[in-house]
Each structure stands twice: as structure tokens, then as C-alpha cells.
T-cell receptor, first 114, second 112 residues
Framework: EAGVTQSPTHLIKTRGQQVTLRCSPI?????VYWYQQALGLGLQFLLW???????NRGNFPPRFSGRQFPNYSSELNVNALELEDSALYLC?????????????FGPGTRLTVL | GNSVTQMEGPVTLSEEAFLTINCTYT??????LFWYVQYPGEGLQLLLK?????DKGSNKGFEATYRKETTSFHLEKGSVQVSDSAVYFC???????????FGTGTSLTVIP
């Protein structure tokens, strides 16, 4: 069974540019989560999508946005990039109904903003 | 509300030493509890989990017991190896809904 996949693996952008990161969940998973992991910091929760809707949002500015498609894949968009947006962006998926089901993480997208 | 508090790192141990990483939580209802591990340059992997009070999760020599009375889920390993060097995250999944809450992570370095 394929795991969570993310693309691209690495990305280099300059300040002010816009970026789109992509995530494909495990087949059958309806929930997708996005996290930011800046160097030396823990996981910062960004967004949670389930069944195409945004369920919750972390403490990030509106220039961080996303969406979930009917096939449950997801995009994370970041506008007006700033230097501090440089981080590893992790996507995770899970299956909603069971309370014991864990999140499965992708390998991440390493974003560098110059 | 729901939250997870993890022991501050970094932790440095010699090979074969005993490991404990403390994790306590605050939650409404009865959450599920998880430990994830992140090896250098990789995403997070599930290490172990426990879904109800007194459950013990175990994997690769690591153990953690869900203690409702102390709201804790401490990670332990009797004899660490160099290959255990990683960042460890404690997490809870709320009883209602599908929201996960992660601790800040504890970096472990095991030296030969």
C-alpha cells in the first residue's frame, strides 16, 4: 500500500513569490493535515481538511491557505513568501471514523526562501 | 482544552543507557496517545500508541503506558542504541473529532 506522498521534495523560492505544495493521502483516508516544521522547532499545526472542507486552522496568517480535492488530495498555498517561511512542510493523513487511528506522515517538502 | 507537554531536550545518552522521555497531557474525555519518531532528514513515523487507560504500547524495545491517573504517557527504553538517535514527539488524538495535538519534540542523541 502506498504511503502519503508529497511533491516536490525540495523547493527554492525568493521573497514575495508564491508556492504550492501537494499531498496525496493514503488510499481510503479522508483527512489531510498540514504542519510546518521550522529548523530547531517542533511541529506547528497549519491546516486540517476532511471531506473537502477546512475543519481547523492553526495560528498562521491568511497567506497560508489550501484546499482538498474530491479525491482527497490536498494543496497548500503560501503567498508573499517571507524568509521565515523556510521550513519542512509535512502532510499527514488519517481515516476519520476510528478514534484510535493514527496519522501517517509523508516525507515532507523542504522549502527554502532566499 | 487539549495539549501535550514534553520533556525539554536535547537528551544525550551513552549506548546501552536507560531512556525516559516524559510526556503529560491535558484532554477532555479519553484521548488516544501516540509516540512518533523523526529520524534525520525524514518525516514522522509512528513508534507506538495506546488507546485507553492502562494500555501499554510497545515497539522496537520502546514502551509507554497510558496513565489516566497521572495523565502521562512516558516513553522508555531499557538499552538505547546509536540508531535510536532521533527526535521523539508525543501526541494525542482528541476523543471527539479527528484533531491531533503534538508536543514540541525531544531530541535524543546516543553516543557510542
Amino acid at each position: 500500500e502506498a504511503g502519503v506522498t508529497q511533491s516536490p521534495t525540495h523547493l527554492i523560492k525568493t521573497r514575495g513569490q508564491q508556492v504550492t505544495l501537494r499531498c496525496s493521502p493514503i488510499s481510503g483516508h479522508t483527512s489531510v493535515y498540514w504542519y510546518q516544521q521550522a529548523l530547531g522547532l517542533g511541529l506547528q499545526f497549519l491546516l486540517w481538511y476532511d471531506e473537502g472542507e477546512e475543519r481547523n486552522r492553526g495560528n498562521f496568517p491568511p497567506r497560508f491557505s489550501g484546499r482538498q480535492f474530491p479525491n482527497y488530495s490536498s494543496e497548500l498555498n503560501v503567498n508573499a513568501l517571507e524568509l521565515e517561511d523556510s521550513a519542512l512542510y509535512l502532510c499527514a493523513s488519517s481515516f476519520l471514523p476510528s478514534q484510535s487511528n493514527e496519522q501517517f506522515f509523508g516525507p515532507g517538502t523542504r522549502l527554502t526562501v532566499l | 482544552g487539549n495539549s501535550v507537554t514534553q520533556m525539554e531536550g536535547p537528551v544525550t545518552l551513552s549506548e546501552e543507557a536507560f531512556l525516559t522521555i516524559n510526556c503529560t497531557y491535558t484532554a477532555t474525555g479519553y484521548p488516544s496517545l501516540f509516540w512518533y519518531v523523526q529520524y534525520p532528514g525524514e518525516g514522522l513515523q509512528l513508534l507506538l500508541k495506546a488507546t485507553k487507560a492502562d494500555d501499554k504500547g510497545s515497539n522496537k524495545g520502546f514502551e509507554a503506558t497510558y496513565r489516566k491517573e497521572t495523565t502521562s504517557f512516558h516513553l522508555e527504553k531499557g538499552s538505547v542504541q546509536v540508531s535510536d538517535s532521533a527526535v521523539y514527539f508525543c501526541a494525542l488524538k482528541a476523543y471527539t473529532g479527528n484533531q491531533f495535538y503534538f508536543g514540541t519534540g525531544t531530541s535524543l542523541t546516543v553516543i557510542p
